[in-house]
């Protein structure tokens, strides 16, 4: 469990972008290259990041909580992107104004003149503000909108999805359990080409959310001052993704005034609305945005449109320290709370992830504030519930850290399996029964699973029985009775998936 608090605990969550080079660089002329070169100036002596893209298993550091004490955040500050600046100028199609020039900003420097996240502000002012990945404000407006976000990021834009069907296409079968199970982020580097996934129930999911928020409004969309900048670049990012990874259904005008999107049969002016309502509008995932306080140097939610949470809603957490926000979460401040501030202190752009919390769920409840009638369904065991009304709830998160604004995104999505359908997925039903019966108290109180398991447990010790009779789940050495119920190495998958996966698509 971890990042914001989904319905089985994760807290907001913890791929890509591809626009056709032709939208987002062009090549050009040397004179051209040599006079934005002037406009985008820097020094180079300031050490940047070089950190590489993380490996597959992630874990957080388990310094002490005393050594706390001797972590100054108001000095500290993410990898500097400042180094692609140079690469950025030689593929620019247009720089809008003449950028002063300037050494690579100290972390003093950048004290005194970062960016606010608390308040609102503008681009254009007469002095420059730089923000924690520093960038300073002139440089920002210079680069106009859709710059090559894969270039300032470092993360590659994704490879356009052949095979792509809409009216088929389902998300990837994922089933995030593990065993021995305890309190851990659980991180994995994030795939690119699937930072944003769009499935079968992509129309009817858009229609969804945006009766959400016509119902409840700043509960599931909101966006506090000081956040503008983030929201903007986020937007971008997410319609350079669609327009890379489904070239056929997505596609910006050639000004990049103008985002067409087949699937719905929309047009979007882009400087009309919010960017967060263009999200809203376009792209059914939910994304909350955490920045750095220039004050403190620590990390609160600042805006975010969420229409999947469970027990709480934008509303109840905007605002709010991380360390607030999972409050709730067991064991979060005694083991996770200091390696989690000093991570989201340390995390470099180029080095996204991802993860998945899970629940089991009476239907298929989205959105479920607090007060919510369907709530009730989880205080005790119906009677007449069938294992056809059980399904397996995965909100799929990825994190990753905004290239200019230097903000973190979470972003995630709930996904529905019915409970059945486990029961020809190799050694998955053995391991959901070892975790459901032996996991630790306070972490399955918290997962809340108790008002299924008088259904779902028979069940699945059914399945897994199945599967042994039949040859499919096997002891891992020679000689031993059984398989010893351990994490798969296809997590959060689970052998032969991809079969699976494509048959149901019919491919």
């Not at 960017?275 to 306080?293: G, K, T, Y």
Request: net charge neutral; with cysteine.
């Amino acid at each position: 469990m971890g990042f914001f608090m989904m319905p089985s605990g994760w807290i907001l969550g913890l791929g890509v972008m591809l626009l056709a080079s032709s939208l987002t660089v062009l090549a050009i002329n040397k004179h051209q290259r040599d006079a934005i070169l002037q406009r985008f100036h820097f020094h180079r002596h300031r050490r940047f990041s070089g950190a590489s893209t993380p490996p597959r298993s992630l874990s957080m550091s388990k310094e002490s909580s005393a050594s706390c004490t001797n972590l100054d955040y108001v000095t500290a500050f993410p990898p500097s992107r400042r180094c692609v600046l140079q690469e950025l100028a030689e593929k620019a199609v247009e720089v809008q104004s003449r950028l002063p020039a300037g050494v690579e900003p100290s972390p003093e420097f950048l004290v005194k003149n970062i960016l606010p996240t608390t308040r609102a502000y503008c681009l254009d002012n007469e002095t420059p503000k730089y923000t924690p990945t520093g960038f300073s404000t002139a440089e920002i407006k210079a680069m106009g909108d859709f710059p090559a976000y894969d270039i300032l990021s470092g993360v590659p834009l994704p490879e356009p999805y052949e095979n792509f069907d809409p009216a088929k296409a389902l998300p990837r079968p994922y089933r995030p359990f593990r065993w021995a199970y305890h309190q851990t982020m659980s991180l994995t580097k994030m795939e690119p080409n699937w930072w944003l996934e769009i499935e079968n129930t992509y129309v009817e999911r858009v229609k969804q959310r945006q009766e959400l928020f016509r119902e409840h409004g700043i509960k599931v969309l909101d966006y506090l001052p000081g956040s503008e900048l983030a929201c903007k670049e986020l937007m971008e990012m997410c319609l350079q993704f669609y327009c890379a990874r489904y070239p056929t259904y997505f596609s910006l005008s050639p000004d990049k005034k103008i985002f067409h999107n087949i699937l719905l049969g929309t047009k979007t002016e882009i400087k009309r609305f919010h960017p967060l309502h263009i999200l809203l509008n376009n792209v059914p995932e939910d994304f909350a945005v955490v920045l750095r306080n220039e004050e403190d140097g620590m990390y609160y939610f600042r805006a975010g449109v969420i229409c999947s949470s469970l027990g709480w809603n934008v509303s109840t957490k905007i605002g709010m320290q991380l360390k607030e926000i999972h409050k709730p979460i067991p064991d979060y401040k005694e083991k996770m709370s200091f390696s989690m501030d000093r991570y989201f202190n340390k995390m470099p752009t180029n080095a996204p992830i991802q993860r998945g919390s899970w629940g089991l769920e009476v239907d298929t409840p989205l959105f479920m504030p607090p007060g919510h009638p369907h709530e009730k369904l989880r205080e005790f065991q119906k009677p007449d519930l069938t294992i056809d009304e059980c399904y397996l709830r995965v909100d799929w998160q990825t994190l990753r850290r905004l290239p200019l604004s230097g903000g973190i995104v979470f972003n995630f999505k709930a996904l529905f399996t019915p409970v059945k359908e486990f029961r020809d997925e190799p050694y998955i039903p053995a391991l959901l029964l070892k975790i459901l019966k032996e996991g630790k108290k306070n972490l399955m109180e918290y997962k809340n699973t108790w008002h299924v398991e008088h259904v779902c447990l028979p069940e699945i010790e059914e399945y897994a029985k199945e599967q042994v009779a039949n040859g499919i789940v096997k002891p891992e050495h020679e000689g031993e009775e059984e398989w010893e119920v351990a994490t798969l190495p296809e997590s959060p998958y689970f052998p032969g998936w991809e079969e699976k996966w494509h048959r149901q698509q019919g491919f």
